[in-house]
């Protein structure tokens, strides 16, 4: 049964959704690390609903709202450093001593400063669908009518960051000392397929698999997502 916490990370809360591990990771063995879950850009932990119950078949499965969607504060003030900051506050009052990273776009970038900032809390890391961030042609975003389940003033914030990065993010992921599967989305992504590439050839000890889904892999193609990140968190 899925349930649902805000924890406070410094003046911050977030909203946490949390399977309980259904059993150990192995008839004989101890239960897996817990997974943590990162949203992509204006999703929420609920975005992960659809594979969270299956990867909770063998350890405990928190999922976030990162600041400015969903459940969580909406401060205002956005960044994926500042979104960075909240998730090693949420890891600091953890009691798991590890952790698996799964981070989906943005969600990704926020995983990576994540590991770079407290690598020896991090086993594994799985970003799905995230290449190495250089700059590119400026579009500007138009938001959607209605209610949004997030935050507008984070795209507004965020997408200056990755539309023109800092040169430093190349040395983020050089500096990420942990396994890293990529998971990309294939020729129907929107995410440049080279820039997956060139992430996985900075990353230490990076690999890539294809899955032709485009960019939400996890949604569109679970089954095949799942077989992926569960063989290389279990290897």
Do not use: K
């Not at 900032?117 to 594994?124: L, N």
């Not at 890539?208 to 485009?214: D, L, M, S, Y």
């Amino acid at each position: 049964m899925v349930s649902v916490t805000r924890v406070d990370v410094g003046g911050v809360a977030l909203s946490l959704r949390t399977w309980p591990a259904a059993g150990p990771a192995t008839a004989a063995g101890p239960a897996a690390p817990p997974v943590l879950l990162l949203p992509g850009t204006g999703l929420t932990a609920r975005d992960w609903d659809v594979v969270a119950p299956v990867l909770a078949r063998s350890r405990d499965v928190h999922a976030v709202d990162l600041r400015g969607h969903g459940e969580s504060d909406r401060p205002g003030t956005y960044s994926i450093a500042l979104m960075a900051s909240d998730v090693v506050g949420l890891l600091d009052r953890t009691d798991a001593p590890v952790v698996d990273l799964v981070g989906h776009s943005l969600g990704g970038l926020v995983a990576c400063r994540v590991v770079a900032d407290r690598p020896h809390r991090v086993r594994r890391l799985v970003l799905e669908d995230v290449g190495l961030m250089r700059p590119r042609p400026v579009v500007a975003p138009v938001r959607p009518e209605g209610v949004l389940p997030f935050d507008w003033a984070v795209v507004e914030q965020v997408r200056p960051e990755i539309d023109d990065p800092d040169p430093g993010w190349a040395d983020v992921a050089r500096g990420i000392p942990v396994p890293t599967l990529v998971v990309a989305g294939g020729a129907a992504s929107t995410v440049p397929q080279d820039a997956i590439r060139d992430l996985v050839d900075t990353l230490p000890d990076g690999r890539v698999v294809t899955v032709e889904a485009g960019h939400l892999v996890h949604a569109t193609e679970p089954e095949a997502f799942l077989a992926e990140v569960l063989g290389f968190l279990d290897a």
